[in-house]
């Protein structure tokens, strides 16, 4: 039982005032205002099966866009450049930038781009997953912990030339990135109330 659910007193919705009058929302209340004066607030209201279907849409897009980062940004031409090039015929394209013009950009998009929307996409996949855990916190800890250990892990693998691919510090930046908006995505889209967890 968390604190504020022993400020707010028992777990049931209804309350018994004198003269036997029912008042569903009072513990709600009280919770809410303690939890409010304790500045300990927290979103706690089971989420709707469509706000978890928006959920699991987007981490099944980033996915796909991962996928399409890696398949057409990853080199210098970019393939989309070179199919550009063959259905343009023009050889122009071949030596210049059209589709990502900046260096920069292009460098963290072809280096991070789908790193990060893969990373991303898990978070999300996992929490919807592990949705029926209480309390939200639980939840998106453990959907978080696990995302950043699998990164970690591939990070490792790479750095002991056990799997294909460059070990990066920056690799582990995106990730943490990608957590720290999967976590805002959850919050904004398929929560439904702030209160005290």
Known sequence: MSHCEKEGGPKSSEHRLRG???LPALHLFRKLVFCERSRKIFIKIPTS???ILVISSISIISLIV??????FFRVT????????GDILNSP??????????????RTLIASYGSDFFWMLSLNLGLIVFFNGLEP???????????????GVIMEALQFFDLI??????????VYFLATILSVFLYR???????FCD
């Open 20 to 22: 036997g009058i029912t």
């Open 164 to 173: 294909d691919g460059t070990a990066d510090i920056r690799d582990l930046l």
């Open 188 to 194: 904004t889209i398929a929560l439904e109330g702030r």
């Open 136 to 150: 939200v916190s639980k939840k998106i800890y453990t959907a978080a912990i696990l995302a950043m250990s699998a």
């Open 66 to 71: 991962g996928f399409l980062v890696y398949v």
């Open 92 to 105: 122009k394209v071949y030596q210049q930038t059209y589709l990502i013009g900046q260096p920069v950009i």
């Open 77 to 84: 031409p970019t393939y989309a450049e070179l199919i550009l």
């Open 49 to 51: 099966k469509k706000r």
